[in-house]
């Protein structure tokens, strides 16, 4: 079956330029989230969408960082006014969320630069 | 807060040899405990998890992790590598209520050597 998708791979911009990248969660999984991994370190979370919740916004470094979720489908991290620390692979992952003991599955990440 | 640590950051082995990368967690109530594996080019897999019951438990590849609730731990073994074990490791743990978002170690680069 269809893991989780990720576009683009990858993504070169300019300082200063906005970004969005969009993630596919597996089909029936209600739960997304987003991860940022920087080079060399592990993975911090994000943002979390469930359902029809108000997303946790918890992570999000700045208010340069937005994401939205189309009812339980597609998701779109938007950062507005790149930076160069914003550099590093975006991932998502998502669960089926089923009681306490679910498990995210990551899809490939979005390696962004911005020079 | 949650915290991971993972105090080996680089490990090199020999094929054959046996493997145990440690994992050592903060927080003060229920967690659910996990490994994931990133081998070169490859995007993050579930090695194993642990949410209740024995606490011993059995992965993928021949891989196993005991938690041991008195020292807050959840070590990764495995009695003998092989040169496509080569890859990075992480430890993850999330809140079994609350807070789903997982937290991460920095995790370990495994390197085994043929």
């Known amino acids: 079956g269809a893991g989780v998708s990720q576009s683009p791979s990858n993504k070169v911009t300019e300082k200063g330029k906005d970004v969005e990248l969009r993630c596919d969660p597996i089909?029936?999984?209600?739960?997304l989230y987003w991860y940022r991994q920087r080079l060399g370190q592990g993975l911090e979370f994000l943002i979390y969408?469930?359902?029809?919740?108000?997303?946790?916004k918890s992570g999000l470094p700045s208010d340069r960082f937005s994401a939205e979720r189309t009812g339980e489908s597609v998701s779109t991290l938007t950062i507005q006014r790149t930076q160069q620390e914003d550099s590093a692979v975006y991932l998502c992952?998502?669960?089926?969320?089923?009681?306490?003991?679910?498990?995210?599955?990551f899809g490939p990440g979005t390696r962004l630069t911005v020079l | 807060a949650q915290s991971v640590s993972q105090h080996n950051h680089h490990v090199i082995l020999s094929e054959a040899a046996s493997l145990e990368l440690g994992c050592n967690y903060s927080?003060?109530?229920?967690?659910?405990l996990f490994w994931y594996v990133q081998y070169p080019g490859q995007h993050l897999q579930l090695l194993l998890k642990?949410?209740?019951?024995?606490?011993l438990v059995k992965g993928i590849k021949g891989f196993e992790a005991e938690f041991i609730k008195s020292k807050f731990s959840f070590n990764l073994r495995k009695p003998s590598v092989q040169w496509s074990d080569t890859a990075e490791y992480f430890c993850?743990?999330?809140?079994?209520?609350?807070?789903?978002?997982?937290?991460f170690g920095s995790g370990t680069r495994l390197q085994v050597q043929p």
């Open positions: 992952a998502s669960s089926a969320a089923s009681g306490n003991t679910d498990t995210q599955y």
């Open positions: 089909s029936g999984h209600t739960a």
């Open positions: 969408f469930q359902g029809n919740s108000a997303p946790d």
């Open positions: 927080y003060g109530g229920t967690v659910n």
């Open positions: 642990y949410f209740s019951g024995d606490p």
């Open positions: 993850a743990v999330n809140a079994r209520t609350g807070r789903r978002a997982l937290t």
